[in-house]
Every structure is written in structure tokens, then in C-alpha cells.
């Protein structure tokens, strides 16, 4: 056990690129809201200083809801936490069910142990709940501190967001967990590492576990092998005792997210829309018992439940047909389809060679870059060469925990070639990550 729980704390930032001081961060403005907690030396209060950062659709009355993007443990991962709530992707999950995205920033040192902040009995769960009611004092939106959340983890942000759910399960809509579990068991070589219980309302609460194929599930050597029999163990504890969690390797990946957020986000998707309440104030509905697909752990097909065959409570469980059809795919090549375009920008302005534009991301396939016409003709993508080092190419780019690169891109162009004085008709064109375009 030893050498599984010192994996599960591992810095994620080791591997990314250089991260910005934590001194350097987007503006918040409205529709963005930050606040922001100094460390503390009382006993079970949470010993690093945080940054919480929320934005909020626009036009919603009341929100239903809050996603919650929780950054991994290391330097460089609480720093890419800062770009969280700028997400387009992720906004566009939020839209949809009218909830807030929230991505908090512990100010981590590069030594310190991670334990402190992504086990949430240290001080980090109080200093959330508090986050979201001086955040909804702040934006107008009080209904932020007793809405339900939607939780995605990477790695200690794994480990956080699942002891989230063990703590406070009837507050989970539902929870992802990249790389990261949370532990079941002691290990006397850690004594900052405290075991969790698993509650039996946790049970109800959709959960999935996504770890890298390079995290000890096909190379079972390196720095990460350990992260998958983490996993594992954490989904036959929870599966075995009734469940409803799933299993979706990452084909492609060791550590960092890659592409999983075009499984996250339409399979959040599909448990936001089944178990947020009807109601303001309202309970969280219950998971639709005659909806589940299951499939054999590690396998690759998924069937209806009642035609499964072999002992239910040790298969990955999925939430409906069509969250299984694009889970089937994403455990193939991570290529998950998706046949609708993305929203047209809208708001184009020019002022002398500059252009100016607002675009919303595509809910299935996020936003990749923009083609710019003049006069019926193409003169050239913003940006010029959309890359991606851990996955596929994005406007925003990715950062290690699955957050916008910084500083945050902007949606401009420069034409260069236009003439003060002369008319020219623009167009701008938003491409999804799967080669479609707008209308």
C-alpha cells in the first residue's frame, strides 16, 4: 500500500510546462468573481493560502449548480489552477444546466505535502464551502453556497474531489477522477495520510475512475505505474458495495488529461441532466436504475444492463446508451464523434486592421480555431498553428491539470493588408475540435 499512496500525491506539475507565479492571473470581472484566503496555523484549518475563482452564465437568474475543476498537486498544477474559470469547454457545460465554474488555486510550494490541501478534512473542505458563500455574496448569487456541485479532480484533485464525495455525498451531483482516488486503507509510513469511509449515501452518487493506459494499466513500470491499482481498488470498494461507478482508461495517456475531456464533460453531461433537482432548494434525483449499460472491467463493449452477463457489482457502470456508445470509443482512440457544429462568433467588430470577435465552445468538441474571410476569401486561422501538446489542438491550449494556457489568448485578429478607408466584408468561422465549422 505503501507505494500506492506515494504515487497518488505526486507532483503533477513534474512534467508541464513553465507555470506563472501565483502573483499572475487573469483579471476578474464580471462575469468573473475571485476571492481569495490567507493561510492558517490553527489546527484542522487549511495551511496554504487559496485563490477561488468563479464564473457565472449570463442571464441566469438562479443558478442550479457549480462545476467544479480541481487542479492537481505540485507547484505548477495549483498554478494552472488560475485559468480554471476561463475555460470555454468547460463553460459550456455549465451554460447548459445554468451552474457556475469554479476552479480553485492552492498556493502549494514546490516541497510542501500535497496531503494538506487535497485531503479535505485538512482545512481544504471549510475553506471551499466558505469560498462559495462569500463568492455568491460577491456575484449576486447567494444560492452558490447550498447549490449542488459537479466534480472533476486531476490527480490530487482526484484525491480531493473523491473525498469530497465520501464527505459530503448528498451535496455530489456527480464526480470524475482523473488519475487520482481517494484511500480506504491506513499506511503507518504516512501519518498525514487518513483513511476515508465510504458512507452509503455515497453510493448514489455517479462516480467514474479515468486513469492514463500509462498508469500502470498496459506499462506497468515508471513513476506512475501505481496510479491504476489505486484505482482499481478504489472502484471494487465502491462497486462492490452497490456503486454506480465506472471505469474509462485514457488509451492514450500516462499522466496528464490528453483528451479526456470529451468524455468528462458529455458523460457530467448526462448525470447533470438526470440528477440535478427540478427545484431550487430541491434534493438530487436519483440515477435512472432501467437507463445503465455495463461493461467488463478494462473491457472495451458496453451492453444494457440486463443483458450483461457476469456479477454486476464488479462491472464498470455507465449511465445510458449513449454516454456507453461514446465511452466505447474513447476507450478505443479517444476519438469520441460528434456530428454538430459549433456556435457562429458573434459580436465582430473592426476598428482600422483590428478585428474583434466573441465565440462561445462547442458543448461535445470544444473550440480548436478560427478562420477569418475577407470578402468571400480566407486569409487566415487564429491562431495561425492550433497545437496541443497533451491532446487534441485547442484555441485556449492546455495547461498539465486540463486548464487555458497563459496568458489567456484573445479573440483578435490583425489585417494587415486592409487600407485605412477601405470597405471590406469579414466573417469569422468557428472550427470545433473534430474539423466541423459554424454556419
Known amino acids: 500500500m505503501r507505494k500506492t499512496l506515494i504515487l497518488l500525491l505526486f507532483p503533477a506539475c513534474a512534467l508541464s510546462a513553465q507555470n506563472p507565479p501565483y502573483d499572475a492571473y487573469p483579471d476578474a470581472e464580471p462575469p468573473y468573481y475571485r476571492v481569495r484566503y490567507e493561510a492558517s496555523a490553527k ?3 487549511l495551511i496554504f493560502p487559496v485563490k477561488y475563482a468563479v464564473w457565472i452564465p449570463e442571464g441566469v437568474k438562479k443558478l442550479r449548480g457549480v462545476v467544479v475543476h480541481q487542479h492537481g498537486c505540485g507547484e505548477g498544477s495549483c498554478k494552472s489552477g488560475l485559468t480554471g474559470a476561463w475555460d470555454l469547454h468547460w463553460q459550456a457545460l455549465a451554460r447548459k444546466h445554468q451552474c457556475a465554474l469554479l476552479s480553485p488555486s492552492y498556493e502549494q510550494p514546490g516541497k510542501a505535502d500535497c496531503q494538506m490541501w487535497c485531503d479535505p478534512r485538512n482545512g481544504s473542505g471549510k475553506a471551499f464551502l466558505k469560498g462559495l458563500e462569500d463568492l455568491g455574496k460577491k456575484s449576486g448569487h447567494p444560492e452558490l453556497a447550498t447549490v449542488p456541485w ?24 456527480a464526480t470524475w477522477l482523473r488519475s487520482g482516488v481517494p484511500l480506504f486503507e491506513t499506511n503507518p509510513d504516512r ?15 455517479p462516480m467514474i475512475c479515468n486513469p492514463g493506459t500509462k498508469e ?44 479526456s475531456r470529451y468524455m468528462a464533460i458529455p458523460w457530467l453531461d448526462a448525470c447533470l441532466k438526470q440528477r440535478l433537482p427540478t427545484k431550487q432548494g430541491g434534493s438530487l434525483r436519483p440515477m435512472p436504475a432501467d437507463k445503465a449499460w455495463l ?7 458496453a451492453v444494457p444492463a440486463d443483458k450483461f452477463k457476469g456479477p454486476p457489482r464488479k462491472a464498470v457502470w455507465l449511465p445510458d446508451a449513449r454516454t456507453a456508445r461514446l465511452w466505447m470509443q474513447f476507450v478505443e482512440d479517444t476519438e469520441v ?15 482600422g486592421k483590428v478585428l474583434t470577435w466573441k465565440a462561445r465552445a462547442d458543448l461535445e468538441s470544444g473550440l480548436s480555431h478560427f478562420v477569418i474571410e ?50 471590406h466584408a469579414y466573417r469569422v468561422i468557428a472550427v470545433n475540435t473534430a474539423g466541423l465549422e459554424s454556419d
Not at 461493461?295 to 463493449?301: F, I, N, Q, T
Request: charged share 20%; with cysteine; glycine share 12%.
Open 43 to 45: 489546527p484542522g484549518e
Open 150 to 173: 459537479a466534480l472533476w479532480g486531476h490527480s490530487g484533485g482526484g484525491h480531493w474531489v473523491g473525498g469530497m464525495t465520501l464527505l459530503y455525498p448528498d451535496r455530489v451531483a
Open 191 to 205: 501519518t498525514s495520510i487518513k483513511p476515508h469511509e465510504l458512507p452509503p449515501a455515497a453510493l448514489q452518487v
Open 216 to 259: 500502470g494499466v498496459t506499462v506497468k513500470t515508471g513513476r506512475f505505474a501505481r496510479v491504476w491499482p489505486a484505482n482499481e481498488a478504489f472502484f471494487a470498494k465502491v462497486r462492490g458495495a452497490g456503486g454506480l461507478i465506472g471505469v474509462a482508461v485514457d488509451p492514450l495517456s500516462a499522466h496528464e488529461c490528453g483528451n
Open 295 to 301: 461493461a467488463p472491467l478494462l473491457g472495451r463493449k
Open 337 to 351: 464523434p460528434d456530428k454538430t457544429p459549433p456556435p457562429s462568433p458573434t459580436h465582430l467588430k473592426r476598428k
Open 374 to 423: 475577407r470578402d468571400g476569401k480566407r486569409i487566415a486561422t487564429v491562431p495561425e498553428k492550433p497545437a496541443n501538446r497533451f491532446g487534441r489542438p485547442l484555441f485556449q491550449g492546455l495547461q498539465y491539470s486540463d486548464t487555458p494556457s497563459f496568458p489567456l489568448v484573445e479573440m483578435t485578429y490583425m489585417d494587415e493588408e486592409a487600407k485605412p478607408g477601405n470597405k
